[in-house]
Each structure stands twice: as structure tokens, then as C-alpha cells.
């Protein structure tokens, strides 16, 4: 069985949709995180390693806010505008008067938001969302993000690097235009250090200080490429992700960037700081991931229980680990406890004989000329049960052995032999004896299926 681990980049594939694009990730108040698809709204309670899918509607949503830790709102094509007011089991259609794509939502309170969309449109509520007055903008394009300060000034970004701003709270907008009208500018945040921060194509990221009277190019080390996102973790810590499986990070409020290796190739859409260790984002391939910016170890999408460190395995199995680095990091030692280290193969792959059930540990350092850091992965090592040997036909045990014929007492679908793998060997319909001459000598598994559940026992060809 082959395992993977990702060196200083937790990554987990928790669940994927296909091809659906997933545009937007939200964390509620109550911590909850929200994310929205073709139709669907996903969410989760435990940061992103199951996910609930509650479908409302055949058409693409594109952005998701709560104004508390019970009602929030969803839009999405054709003018759609979703509530809920039961932490998202629920949701109601809000008849809105338009067709338009409905881009973003952003609430500064409970009473008071703003929806954008296409054609320039800006619409606002002053009274929790149960109606929505439209404001001109003098502008045609799309706006795709909205952003406020808590002070009144809104600021929001489309089409052609056009930037409009309110100083009243919504009901007044001007526009500017920067990137010489070329660029769309897909996503606006404000930080609490009066630092509002703009991404779109072309690689664009522009911050301002002064609440928007000026706009200064911010410098990355990446090329002509679509940026799609932005979020802080506080004034000085960001991610901005787009496409190509592009991952920027910053830790100085934007005057330097530095690509994470997200390992992903994907056009990703949405980003998420959950907390201090935690980054989440999602795209066009349907699929969430989720990363530990501290901790190191990779989880593979079909080992759930490696995002709590641990992973189960049979006794007397081999098992095959891979795993990725960073460009100037490399493995110096790996170590083995419970279990016999076989062989390593360029700092790449390696491979382990588990021993008797108990726990094991697998120890792997990683070292450069500035910090030496070590990875310990708990290692559950379970035994199973052997069948049962002798010549008394009349045994009651579901499976028994009797020199090289395994007889199964009870009515099964199928029966499987597998090596210690996990690799089907053979599959049989059901009998009630089978012979087992044509396995060599060894230490074998014989899986009993009986319809959604199943038994599996350790069996001895001698």
C-alpha cells in the first residue's frame, strides 16, 4: 500500500465534485466554514476534512456571507439571492428584479450590505436583506468584489482595473481606473491596519493607505498571471492564490512575496486563513485543500485519519511511503521505529515492514545549513484474526482452515484472497470450501463479503 507525505505543506484532498468550480470560501462567526459551487453549498465544521452538500438551485453560485452565526446569504447567474437563517440547513429564494450574475456579497453589519454584479450593478440593504435598492455607478463592466472599512467607505473592483469607492456608506460611488484599463481586478480585503489590497490578472496586487487616494504596485516575483484572491490572517500575514495552482504568501503586509507549493495545478479561485496554521482554497477542478503552514505531514486523499497523525496498518504488511520537498530542503535521516526501514530511493520513496500490532513511529528529519526539523507520524499497528485450524468439520466459526482448504460456514456474496497489501488475489462466489494450492507459502487475507459488511481473517498456506 502506498502512503504519501507532503514535508512542511499539510495537504489533504477532502472532497471532490468533479469539475464543478467552487468560487467562493467563507468562514461564518461561529466558525464555520461555507463554500459555494454549481448549485451547492458546502459546509464544514471541522476545518475542512468532511463536508455537508446542500444543493439549492441548477445554476452557478458564486459568493457566500453570514452577518452571524445563523443567517447568511448566497449569490449566484440570473440575479439569484439565496438566505438562511438556520446555519445553512435551509434556504429560501429572495426574488430580486434583475437577471444580472450576481458576483459578490459583503455585509459591514447585520442591517447594512452590498450585492455587485454584472453591468456595473451595486445593489444595497439597509434592512437585513429583506429588500435591495440598486445604486449608479456609471459604469457597464463587472464588479466582482467589495470590501468596507467599518467607516463608511466602500470600495469595489471589476472590469478594465476600474476601482470605485463610496465615503457614504454606499449610496454615492466614483469611479478610478488603474492598470491603464487593461486588467480585471477580481478580489479587494481590508485590514484593520488601514490597509486595503486589490488583486486581478497580469499579476496585479496594488495596496493603498490612505483609503484609496492612491494605489501602489506591490512587487512579485511571478510573471503575467491571473490572481484571483486574496485573504489575511491580520495586517501583516496574507495568502493570494489564482491560476495554475498559483499560491503567494506574505508575512510583511505585501512588500515581499514568496510562492507556497500547494502542488496543485488548478485554477484556484478562493482562499481562506482559517487560523494561524490553517490555509484553505478551492477551484475549477471541484475539489477542497486544505494546508498546515507549520506542521508537515501530507495527507493523502483517501487516509482520512492522517489529519489526526495517525495511520493504520496490519502487522507483518509492507507499506510504501512517498513524499515532496520544498526546493531547498532535503531528508538527512529517516528512522523506523515498531516496524524494519527495507530501503530509501533518492530522497523520494521508502519503504517499511510493519511488525507485530502495537505502535509504531516513523521519524523523518529534515535539514539545511539554517534549521534542522523533524516529522513523527503515529503509526497504529493492528492484528487481525486467524482462522481458526483443525479437522472438526462441524466447527461454528464463520471461517475455518483444514490443510489447504478454507471452508466458510456461512452464507457469503463473495470471498477474496489478498496479500498483505491489500491486493486481491483472487475473487471467488460464493462455495463453501475453497482450495488454496495455487498460493505460494505465506501469510495471506481471506476477505468474507456479506453484502455492505464484511470479515476479514489472516490465513496460513504452508
Not at 54 to 59: E, F, P, T
Request: hydrophobic share 35%; with cysteine; aromatic share 14%.
Amino acid at each position: 500500500m502506498k502512503r504519501y507525505l507532503f514535508l512542511f505543506c499539510l495537504f489533504t484532498l477532502v472532497v471532490s465534485y468533479g469539475q464543478e468550480s467552487i468560487y467562493s470560501i467563507y468562514k461564518a462567526p461561529n466558525k464555520k466554514v461555507y463554500a459555494v459551487g454549481y448549485g451547492n453549498i458546502f459546509m464544514s465544521s471541522d476545518t475542512g476534512k468532511t463536508w455537508k452538500c446542500n444543493h439549492i438551485a441548477n445554476i452557478q453560485l458564486y459568493s457566500i456571507f453570514f452577518v452571524n452565526n445563523s443567517k447568511g446569504f448566497v449569490v449566484g447567474r440570473n440575479g439569484l439571492l439565496y438566505e438562511t437563517t438556520d446555519e445553512g440547513n435551509t434556504w429560501w429564494n429572495i426574488p430580486l428584479p434583475y437577471t444580472n450574475k450576481l458576483y459578490s456579497i459583503c455585509f459591514s453589519s447585520v442591517d447594512t450590505g452590498f450585492i455587485t454584479g454584472e453591468n456595473g450593478l451595486i445593489l444595497k440593504t439597509c434592512n437585513g436583506g429583506a429588500t435591495w435598492t440598486k445604486k449608479e455607478t456609471n459604469f457597464h463592466g463587472r464588479i466582482f468584489s467589495i470590501a468596507n472599512n467599518q467607516k463608511n467607505i466602500w470600495i469595489a473592483v471589476g472590469d478594465s482595473g476600474k476601482i470605485l469607492k463610496s465615503l457614504n456608506n454606499g449610496e454615492i460611488w466614483t469611479g478610478t481606473d488603474v492598470s491603464n484599463g487593461n486588467n480585471r481586478l477580481r478580489s479587494i480585503y481590508f485590514t484593520d491596519a488601514s490597509g486595503w489590497y486589490i488583486v486581478g490578472d497580469n499579476t496585479t496586487i496594488l495596496k493603498t493607505v490612505n483609503d484609496g487616494q492612491q494605489w501602489n504596485y506591490m512587487p512579485s516575483s511571478k510573471g503575467s498571471i491571473y490572481i484571483n484572491s486574496i485573504d489575511f490572517l491580520d495586517n501583516s500575514k496574507a495568502f493570494i492564490v489564482g491560476y495554475d495552482g498559483l499560491m503567494l504568501q506574505t508575512s510583511d503586509a505585501g512588500d515581499n512575496w514568496s510562492t507556497f507549493q500547494g502542488n496543485t495545478s488548478t485554477w484556484l479561485n478562493t482562499v481562506l486563513f482559517f487560523d494561524s496554521n490553517t490555509i484553505m482554497t478551492a477551484g475549477d477542478d471541484g475539489q477542497f485543500y486544505v494546508y498546515n503552514i507549520k506542521n508537515v505531514s501530507k495527507i493523502d486523499g483517501q487516509t482520512i485519519s492522517w489529519i489526526n497523525g495517525n495511520v493504520n496498518v496490519l502487522s507483518n504488511s509492507v507499506e510504501s511511503y512517498s513524499y515532496s520537498l520544498r526546493d531547498t530542503n532535503t531528508i538527512s535521516t529517516i528512522s523506523i521505529s515498531g516496524g524494519i526501514l527495507l530501503n530509501e530511493n533518492n530522497n523520494t520513496t521508502f519503504s517499511v515492514q510493519w511488525g507485530e500490532s502495537g505502535n509504531g513511529q516513523i521519524f523523518i528529519t529534515e535539514s539545511n545549513l539554517f534549521y534542522s526539523y523533524m516529522t513523527v507520524l503515529g503509526i497504529e499497528i493492528h492484528d487481525l484474526p486467524t482462522v481458526q485450524t483443525g479437522v472438526n468439520k462441524n466447527n461454528q466459526n464463520l471461517v475455518y482452515q483444514y490443510d489447504d482448504i478454507l471452508y466458510i460456514n456461512e452464507r457469503a456474496e463473495t470471498i477474496q484472497i489478498l496479500d498483505l497489501n491489500g491486493k486481491v488475489l483472487n475473487t471467488f462466489e460464493y462455495q463453501d470450501r475453497i482450495s488454496l494450492n495455487w498460493l505460494e507459502n505465506g501469510i495471506y487475507l481471506a476477505k468474507i463479503n456479506q453484502g455492505k459488511s464484511f470479515n476479514i481473517f489472516k490465513i496460513y498456506k504452508k
